[in-house]
């Protein structure tokens, strides 16, 4: 199937499919998929290769946002759900798979921003949408990409800790896992922020976005030199775990950049300490199938989507955070009242 796309004619139809709140067209790009161009009958069949579902307690919860959205849309008969597991080899060989037993769209959050070109562009070709969300690629050929800015995520927390340490520091930086796209991009925004500032990276390792790995590396640092005027973490799960490292060692928290992470609210209310929190929902994975399903009833979708929210501060955290569910649940989520207490509920 060639792919079509129309101009701004055709936009407010496009902008009606709500894929997820703070999730809006790319600013500069009015390419958009054809009217009917990817309509299908169903029963339908929905692929999806994941980069890694047992990566962290995120990319569990964005599995199930992308289930349980799949599950409330009656036409779509089969979901399947393939875990890349990191692994490069094993999301071109789960691609192929999706391609091979011809499921109606694929919607793909890459490994890294190769793994998965040669298997859009090959799904593309034989006439299957590919939606792209949570992670970058190099090539250009899906239909439908919905990024979370990591560099505008990396960069309000980096404007974040230069505004608290009035331009001057020295920081830790504890990145996510080496390779992926979301990292090389959260970094970036870091990096910009700090530009022409006196803020500067003392120690930098990989905490993979684990606690138990986000606690080895903040208790080297700090056994290494508990002097830090601030921390940049790239993900909440690694954040407590510094936290927890400051508590052990009875030293004041420095400030420390957070995110939406239940676990993380129930610490930050707890004891005050600096800190904000950029949005990066595991609601993505739903978005990614709501566009799937706009696609395969003919709606128009556009090409690029952003979502680049601002960072909450405490008193938002206050709002959204629950004692009833466990430390592993991430905001924002479409998870249903009785799927998070399924998941997450307190026994």
Request: charged share 20%.
């Amino acid at each position: 199937m060639t792919a079509m796309w129309l101009g701004l004619g055709s936009g407010a139809r496009a902008q009606e499919v709500n894929l997820m709140q703070g999730v809006t067209p790319r600013p500069g790009d009015e390419r958009m998929t054809g009217p009917n161009q990817f309509k299908k009958n169903g029963p339908w069949k929905i692929g999806m290769s994941h980069f890694g579902v047992n990566a962290n307690t995120w990319t569990v919860q964005m599995a199930h946002d992308a289930e349980a959205a799949a599950k409330l849309n009656k036409t779509i008969g089969q979901f399947i759900l393939l875990d890349s597991n990191l692994s490069q080899a094993k999301q071109v060989a789960d691609i192929e798979d999706l391609i091979a037993q011809k499921v109606d769209a694929i919607i793909v959050t890459p490994v890294t921003p190769t793994s998965a070109d040669a298997g859009i562009e090959k799904a593309v070709a034989a006439g299957i949408p590919v939606i792209v969300h949570t992670g970058l690629t190099e090539t250009d050929k899906y239909t439908v990409d919905i990024q979370g800015g990591g560099v505008h995520f990396g960069k309000v927390m980096g404007d974040f800790l230069v505004k608290q340490l009035g331009g001057k520091g020295n920081i830790w930086v504890l990145r996510g896992f080496p390779a992926h796209p979301e990292d090389i991009n959260r970094y970036k925004g870091l990096l910009e922020a700090i530009k022409g500032t006196d803020v500067k990276i003392i120690a930098e390792d990989a905490g993979k976005w684990q606690y138990d790995v986000g606690k080895q590396v903040c208790e080297a640092f700090y056994l290494n030199d508990p002097k830090v005027d601030g921390i940049w973490s790239s993900g909440a799960d690694m954040t407590r775990a510094c936290v927890d490292v400051f508590q052990q060692y009875g030293a004041k928290i420095p400030p420390i950049t957070g995110e939406g992470n239940n676990g993380f609210f129930a610490r930050w209310i707890e004891l005050g300490f600096p800190s904000i929190s950029p949005e990066y929902g595991p609601e993505q994975g739903a978005a990614g199938v709501r566009a799937a399903i706009a696609l395969l009833e003919g709606k128009q979708l556009h090409k690029r989507y952003s979502y680049d929210p601002e960072g909450w501060d405490i008193e938002k955290a206050k709002k959204n955070y629950r004692k009833d569910l466990s430390a592993n649940v991430w905001f924002p989520t479409s998870l249903t009242e009785q799927d998070l207490q399924k998941y997450y509920g307190k026994r």
